[in-house]
């Protein structure tokens, strides 16, 4: 059975920084592309970034986050991870990682339940 | 950027309705379109992709209709646990992008 538990979330002021991880396993994570989708409270889906599978050598990120996120992945350890920085009000959000549909596809078919990032002071 | 818009972000039915959300990409996009279904509290759940192919587990009440720029989900006979919030998403480029969302509630 495929799991994703997210962790690391919590309160942070503006302007801090915050690292995020997902543990995953049922699968082999290495051969799957991963991605990072947030929610702010009572909001819509909003895409953060991705991460290509093997060496994660491609990343891509959504502009709203773009120079201040970086994805990461520890194939050895079955992790993913997402660095936060110069975090703002707006990024207050619950962030799910979710794992890539089988197949040369962008669909996201095993996700996490979330973790809660709140910025604030 | 592809721009996705749900129709109508709010529904209300009944048990056995037949009820149809619909999803309009700012640009041409294939059949690279995903539905899900989120419920409160929890993650989203993927029901379909691509356009027309109903995931592993999904109720056949459950289907998708489309290509191009116009797509639909449809739930042929309304059941209590479809009531939930049902998201598009585009998938055929980057910045990937979700719809702004159907919420289905009872009436």
């Known amino acids: 059975e495929v799991q994703l538990v997210e962790s690391g979330g919590g309160l942070v002021q503006p302007g801090g920084s915050l690292t995020l991880s997902c543990a995953a396993s049922?699968?082999?994570?290495?051969?799957?592309?991963m991605t990072w989708v947030r929610q702010a409270p009572g909001k819509g889906l909003e895409w953060v970034s991705s991460?290509?599978?093997?060496?994660?050598?491609?990343?891509n990120y959504a502009d709203s986050v773009k120079g201040r996120f970086t994805i990461s992945r520890d194939n050895s350890k079955g992790t993913l991870a997402l660095q936060m920085n110069s975090l703002r009000a707006e990024d207050t959000a619950v962030y799910y990682c979710?794992?890539?549909?089988?197949?040369?596809?962008?669909?996201?078919?095993?996700w996490g339940q979330g973790t809660l990032v709140t910025v604030s002071s | 950027d592809i721009q996705l818009t749900q129709s109508p972000s709010f529904l209300s039915a009944s048990v056995g309705d037949r009820v149809t959300i619909t999803c309009r990409a700012s640009?041409?996009?294939?059949?690279?379109l995903a539905w899900y279904q989120q419920k409160p509290g929890k993650a989203p759940k993927l029901l379909i992709y691509?356009?027309?192919t109903l995931q592993s587990g999904v109720p056949s009440r459950f289907s998708g209709g489309g290509s191009g720029t116009e797509f639909t989900l449809t739930i042929s006979s309304l059941q209590p646990e479809d009531f939930a919030t049902y998201y598009c998403?585009?998938?055929?480029?980057?910045?990937?992008?979700f719809g702004g969302g159907t919420k289905v509630e009872i009436k």
């Open positions: 979710a794992k890539y549909l089988a197949g040369a596809t962008r669909a996201f078919d095993s």
């Open positions: 049922g699968f082999t994570f290495s051969i799957y592309p």
């Open positions: 991460i290509s599978s093997g060496s994660g050598g491609t990343k």
């Open positions: 640009q041409g996009i294939s059949s690279y």
């Open positions: 691509p356009a027309s």
């Open positions: 998403q585009q998938v055929n480029s980057i910045p990937l992008a």
